[in-house]
């Protein structure tokens, strides 16, 4: 079954995320394949896998309050999380954190 495509009006980052990105040497495979996913995410906001609402970390919920919770994965076990806010002009995509290693995001989420 294929996912349905819903382009977004924009992609922006939580504070959290946009400290990360900054940090990360712009010419690093890294932060090409962060604004690789950003581009999928842009055309399409439901790129990315849904978080079933019994795995949210409370971190999310309480600081962001987030009604929806998303995980794209990068290669070698990177992740982005992201949440879709519908607004007048569309649908925004707004990353809440990159997980460099698998590990650590397990040991967010708890698994």
């Known amino acids: 079954m294929s996912k349905k495509i819903r382009p977004a009006r924009l992609v922006r980052g939580s504070k959290d995320f946009s400290a990360i990105l900054i940090a990360l040497d712009k010419a690093s495979e890294e932060h090409k ?3 690789e996913a950003l581009s999928v995410l842009k055309e399409n906001v439901l790129a990315g896998d849904q978080v079933p609402k019994d795995r949210w970390p409370r971190r999310y919920v309480n ?3 987030v009604n929806n919770l998303y995980k794209y994965d990068l290669s070698s076990g990177r992740r982005l999380t992201y949440t879709i806010v519908a607004e007048d002009s569309g649908y925004s995509a707004v990353i809440l954190d990159y997980f460099r290693f ?7 989420f708890g698994y």
């Open 33 to 35: 394949a962060i604004d």
């Open 63 to 65: 600081e962001y309050g």
């Open 102 to 108: 698998h590990k650590e995001y397990e040991k967010f």
